[in-house]
Structures are given as structure tokens and as C-alpha cells.
């Protein structure tokens, strides 16, 4: 009976791990973007690193850039969607 059980948990261990790679998600890339509040019109820069998104209440935002991988280049397109007028702050 022992045989029996060990073979099992053996069996199950194996299939977990060919298993686990299959269902496991691509990392997703970290970097940054600039997201604009529509009742204020400020924009902001957002880190995909966080896991959640930013709280959409009592304003909602769009996302005005692509994701950038670092800060400078999220800060750069900040501060030129300002000197188009197109963001305050």
C-alpha cells in the first residue's frame, strides 16, 4: 500500500510540474506612461509595476502616452504635453 501512495504522490508531483510552466502569464514589461485627468486636465505618469490602476472616481483619466521604460523618458513626455498646452501641472 505504501508502494501505491508513493507512486501516486510521485506521479502527481511530476504532473504538477510540467503542468505549472503551461499556465504561468509572461511577466508583463515594466516602464511608465502618462495618463490626463479629464476634470482637471493634469497629467500624471503611472508606473505598470503597481498592481492596480489609478482610482477612476471622481474623475476619469486617459492614456496619452505608450509605455516608456523609464522615468525620464515618461517625465520628457510630460513636460513637452505641457508645452503643447494639452496638459496642466
Given at each position: ?40 486636465g493634469i497629467c500624471q505618469i503611472w ?9 477612476e472616481w471622481p474623475s476619469t483619466y ?5 509605455p516608456v521604460p523609464t522615468f525620464v ?17
Open positions: 500500500m505504501r508502494r501505491l501512495t508513493s507512486l501516486a504522490v510521485a506521479a502527481a508531483v511530476a504532473a504538477a510540474s510540467i503542468a505549472a510552466p503551461a499556465f504561468a502569464a509572461p511577466a508583463p514589461k515594466s516602464g511608465y506612461y502618462v495618463i490626463r485627468w479629464d476634470n482637471t508606473n505598470t509595476d503597481l498592481q492596480s490602476k489609478p482610482v486617459k492614456i496619452v502616452s505608450k523618458e515618461a517625465t520628457n513626455i510630460q513636460l513637452k504635453l505641457r508645452d503643447e498646452r494639452r496638459c496642466f501641472l
